[in-house]
C-alpha cells in the first residue's frame, strides 16, 4: 500500500458527461501528479500540483481540469466526456515539488465512457 | 519533445532466466532516470538513477544508467513467476515532469 488513496476505483459513464476523481496523498506529502495511463498512449503526464498550486502541465486537454485544496487533496475534473477519454487515471504524490523523484502511486481510477 | 522508448515490448521467459530490459531517452534538462514496477495496477518504484555507470542494486534487479548513450537497462537475474509485471522507465526533468516509456511487459512461466 503506497499511502495514496484514489476514490472511485471504477467509473462508467456516457459520453458527453462530467466526472471527478478523488486523491488524497500520502501523509507529508505536498505535491500531487496526474498521469492518464491507456492501452495505446502508455502513462501520461496531465498534470502537478505543489501545495496548492499547479507547478507544471502536461498533456492535458482543455476539457480537463485539475485543483488542489488547502488540505492536500486533489481533484481531476473531466467534462464533455469522449470514449477516447476511457483509461485508468492514477494520482502520484511526493515530499518535493521536482517531479523527477521517486513517486508514490495510488491504485487508480478505471475510467469507462460508453 | 520528450521521448522515452522501451525494448523490447513484450519478453517470456522460464523462470530462472536472467533478462535485460532496455530503455532510451531524449528528455531535455534530463535530470533523472527512474524504473517503476507495475503489477495489477499502481505503479511501484524500483530505483532512481543520476550518475552515469553507477549500478544501483536490490536483490535480484539491478540498473545503470549510461549517459553518454542516452540509456539505461533494468537487468533481473534468477526470475521468478513473480517477476512478471509491466517494467516502466521514466526519464524525469529539472523542472518536475516525468515522460514514461510505453513499458515492457515481461511474463515468467514456472
Redesign the interface.
Known amino acids: 500500500d503506497?499511502g495514496?488513496t484514489q476514490t472511485p476505483k471504477h467509473l462508467i459513464t456516457a459520453t458527453g458527461q462530467r466526472v471527478t476523481l478523488r486523491c488524497s496523498p500520502r501523509s507529508g506529502d505536498l505535491s500531487v501528479?496526474w498521469?492518464q495511463q491507456s492501452l495505446d498512449q502508455?502513462?501520461?503526464?496531465l498534470i502537478?500540483y505543489y501545495n496548492g498550486e499547479e507547478?507544471?502541465k502536461?498533456n492535458i486537454l482543455e476539457r480537463f481540469s485539475a485543483q488542489q485544496f488547502p488540505d492536500l487533496h486533489s481533484e481531476l475534473n473531466l467534462s464533455s466526456l469522449e470514449l477516447g477519454d476511457s483509461a485508468?487515471y492514477?494520482c502520484a504524490s511526493s515530499v518535493a515539488?521536482?517531479?523527477?523523484?521517486?513517486?508514490?502511486?495510488?491504485?487508480?481510477t478505471q475510467l469507462s465512457v460508453l | 519533445e520528450d521521448k522515452v522508448v522501451q525494448s523490447p515490448l513484450s519478453l517470456v521467459v522460464h523462470e530462472g532466466d536472467t533478462v535485460t530490459l532496455n530503455c532510451s531517452y531524449e528528455v531535455t534538462n534530463f535530470r533523472s532516470l527512474l524504473w517503476y514496477k507495475q503489477e495489477k495496477k499502481a505503479p511501484t518504484f524500483l530505483f532512481m538513477l543520476t550518475s552515469s555507470g553507477i549500478e544501483k542494486k536490490s536483490g535480484r534487479l539491478s540498473s545503470i544508467l549510461d549517459k553518454k548513450e542516452l540509456s539505461s537497462i533494468l537487468n533481473i537475474t534468477a526470475t521468478q513467476t513473480g517477476d512478471s509485471a509491466i517494467y516502466l522507465c521514466a526519464g524525469g526533468t529539472s523542472y518536475g515532469k516525468l515522460t514514461f516509456g510505453q513499458g515492457t511487459i515481461l511474463t515468467v512461466h514456472p
Not at chain 1, 42 to 45: A, V, Y
Not at chain 1, 97 to 108: H, M
Open positions: 503506497s495514496v501528479y498521469y502508455g502513462l501520461q503526464f502537478q507547478r507544471a502536461g485508468l492514477f515539488p521536482r517531479g523527477d523523484e521517486k513517486l508514490f502511486f495510488g491504485s487508480g
